[in-house]
């Protein structure tokens, strides 16, 4: 464990200065992407004017047999490509695989100028950070860069799950989490067959009514992903980092996938992961505040004039508390404002009809 005292010292001789802020830009969809998959790469330029982050994928759902073209392609598209205001991340292959290592040298050496975020997969513990973080400064140095990468870890592992405050808070560098519900299923043993999402069977039944065991009780689905997903909101709200949802591997059911995202935003999530072009518009609607309830919580900050005390609008109690709530949706919906003018249109319009 590093003293306090040296944990914003940059770990290589030369390496940039460690971040003291992660910046909050809108990451409401981390866009996936293969970048050996030609199709899906002559996308690429117009997908970034749409999306807040498009993530080259490297790891799995890309085979053994591409993995190198995968990496050269990233590389040729970073190169080649303007992105604009738009975050470019790669997720690099496993730590204990064959490639990660040719990946990391390859990329930032290469495009470590373009890449905003390197996402790391089935990270077990600090350790795994830890690794990466040196690594990271020793290329740095080398490739000359003036600004460090940022590193993203997927919580997809049991080991992960249980480690996940200190995974957290393990590097300067640590700009968020995901959760990984495929792996992570795989890893706790659970017997479940799905990509993200619930699942029939895992519900609770109202009580009988006397003898009757049968009729009349009603059972809802429960989430599989609340105590995970909320875990990891409380371990990176502690380390002043950004929890997103993952996959959702049904991209026919965009029903369930659009009350999944939702539930994630609701607890706390900044973003999610689209697989597929037609998750996209989901994730935009999901991880922007409703301009309902923007305009609310800008009525709420305003009577609350410095945020202290007790007022009553119609009909409900607002306090230091309820403002500060508010204060989160306001600023949230003034940051993706500035990168979505219909937005900031829609919020202004609700603000002015709610204060009129
Ligand atoms: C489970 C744990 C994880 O690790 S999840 C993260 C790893 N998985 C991924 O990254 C998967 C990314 N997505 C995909 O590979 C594809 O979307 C899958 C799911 C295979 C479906 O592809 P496909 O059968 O071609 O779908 P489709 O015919 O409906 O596609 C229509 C057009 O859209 C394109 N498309 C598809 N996905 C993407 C994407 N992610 N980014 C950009 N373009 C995409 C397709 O190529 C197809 O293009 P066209 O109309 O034929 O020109
Ligand atoms: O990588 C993501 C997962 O769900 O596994
Ligand atoms: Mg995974």
Redesign the pocket.
Known sequence: MRSPKDFFAPLAVGAPDPVREIPALPSRMI????PS?E??AA?VPD?AKKVDVLLG?L???VRADRKEAARNGLVSIAKSTDFGATQLWTRINSLDSPWVLDDLITLVTEIGDKLDVIMVPKVEGAQDIHYVDRLLAQLEARAGLRRPLLVHAILETASGVANVEEIAGASPRMQGISL?P??LAASRRMKTTR?GGGHPGYLVRTDPVGDDLETGRTTYQQDLWHYTVARMVDACAMHGILPYYG?F?D?RDVVACEDQFRNAFLLGCVGT?T???VQIDIARRVFSPDPKDVAWARRVIAAMGDGTGAVMIDGKMQDDASVKQCRVVAELADALATRDPELAKAYDEATKEALA
């Open positions: 866009h996936f992407f293969d998959n199709k899906m996308k997908l994928n790891e799995d759902a990984g495929a792996d990509v996959p591997g991209i992961w697989l597929h072009p």
